[in-house]
DNA sequence: TCTTTCTGTTCGCTTCTCTCGAACTTCCCT
DNA sequence: AGGGAAGTTCGAGAGAAGCGAACAGAAAGA
């Protein structure tokens, strides 16, 4: 009833495993049989059999023995995405919210209680981040997750932070679970969250939510480094112009 | 030595059906536990027991009793496609081609094979296909993959036919092995392939290679609809346009 | 309201296969 | 030429996946 997942009573194993094997591959930016057989705690030989499985099955690449997660993984992810209703309607928007405000602006929506950026548009004045499109957070760690998490019922909320904790990214991160649940109700009484170096250092992001009725779809933002991203900016301008590509989205995406 | 995936001798049957059952689920747009368990000709029970994996480990989603492939698969494979050196650098090119010609930008590049569309910018005129970032196409059916192909060493390219065969998307497609070759000759004498609806009907596409010294590391192309992409636009202005951004891509890639 | 008939789910038994360590090979470095 | 470290093959044993039958639960129909 509460749309959480059961544990299965009989989890296949090898699955499981061959997912630990791809997101080891992963963190560690590809690695060799040795080193997955090693970090894994399972016997080269293993580790050998699944990998070459996998490079046959095209989910993983291999070159002079170092093998890397394979682009196979974008057609599915791709194909996920693209079944999205949110994210045609909120591409558009988004482009003209990069071109206007120069800064990244980014799509965020929740999955099995973690955040995933569903797109992201970058504007002619953004620096490169470490992140990339699809990347999977923690919700509390972002503006963007934030407003998700302060319009999901509360049972939801205690349930996702019960399920994944609320971790320290940086040290401005909350990770009390009081101070959190008031930052949400402020949050939810404004219709915006500001992230000020939460997650990742010198960059600051103003985010408002994407809603259907009453339930919460998504979440919109604009992020930029601190240096430009001054409150008087970010109240004047951003915050506008935010609301005003959020509202065409809620739009479209009841409408046809 | 030849680069080509050995088959390995002992391979996890558990990880291909696995996979198997992802690609189903794709393919079937969702799919509940006894449609899948007839699709794939496997017990009800197994059916259910991998989706269950599947859907606690994150990776599949369910509501109301339909499975569906989830956004998880987005992280992995945006992660991989933002280790590709190619993607970085090109990004900014194909947003300036998607303005000035008002088309869809494409980037696709090489993986197992297959071509993958690394990126695609929309331009303002361009209208919305049902293809997707990260879908994965046979390569002889599109003008990218074609000059892939073309500057592939030809041992690579006898493989691939070999394991991929050359199955007709539409009427327009080459299905001939020789009559493949001679359009290859072409397109890498004169460094532009096109396609005339060859994949989908209505839609004309010009692309130019990437290339790396003597490798070929991607093509890029512009696509649209019959009607504006006429041959004295394509050559006039289309082309052009693409060698300048190809050129400025090379240039970026072994450059830093 | 009571059937009927779909689902999805649970439960063991059987069988297949994944696991694992040892042995073999290949390559590189000294 | 020899030592070390990587990848790879092999076979036996343990353990897990496969499978059908039985159960539960919901929806549809009488």
Redesign the pocket.
């Known amino acids: 009833m509460d749309g959480n997942s059961t544990e299965p009573?009989?989890?296949?194993?090898?699955?499981q495993?061959t997912f630990r094997i791809v997101e080891t591959l992963k963190s560690l930016d590809g690695a060799?049989?040795?080193e997955l057989s090693g970090h894994l705690a399972?016997?080269?030989?293993?580790a050998?059999?699944?990998l070459?499985t996998l490079e046959h099955e095209g989910y993983v690449i291999e070159s002079d023995?170092v093998y890397e997660v394979g682009l196979r993984f974008l057609d599915l992810g791709g194909y996920a995405r693209s079944r999205d209703r949110l994210y045609t309607v909120a591409t558009p928007e988004m482009k003209r919210l990069a071109e206007t405000t120069g800064e990244y602006a980014n799509l965020l929506v929740e999955e099995h209680g973690r955040g995933v950026f569903l797109a992201r548009e970058r504007g002619e004045h953004a620096v490169s981040l470490d992140s990339y499109t699809g990347q999977s957070v923690r919700l509390h760690t972002t503006a963007l997750g934030k407003t998700v998490l302060a319009f999901l019922p509360r049972d939801r909320v205690e349930a996702i932070i019960d399920r994944h904790g609320l971790p320290a990214k940086t040290e401005h991160t909350i990770t009390d679970r009081d101070e959190l649940f008031e930052a949400l109700a402020d949050i939810r009484q404004r219709e915006r969250a500001y992230d000020r170096e939460e997650r990742i250092k010198g960059l600051n992001c103003v985010a408002v939510p994407i809603l259907s009725g009453d339930d919460i779809t998504g979440a919109l933002s604009v992020s930029g480094p601190v240096s430009r991203m001054d409150e008087e900016r970010i109240d004047e301008e951003i915050l506008p112009e935010l609301r005003r590509a959020a509202n065409i989205i809620e739009l479209n995406q009841t409408h046809s």
């Open positions: 009573n009989t989890p296949v194993k090898t699955a495993t060799t049989v040795t399972i016997p080269k030989s293993s050998h059999n699944y070459r023995g």
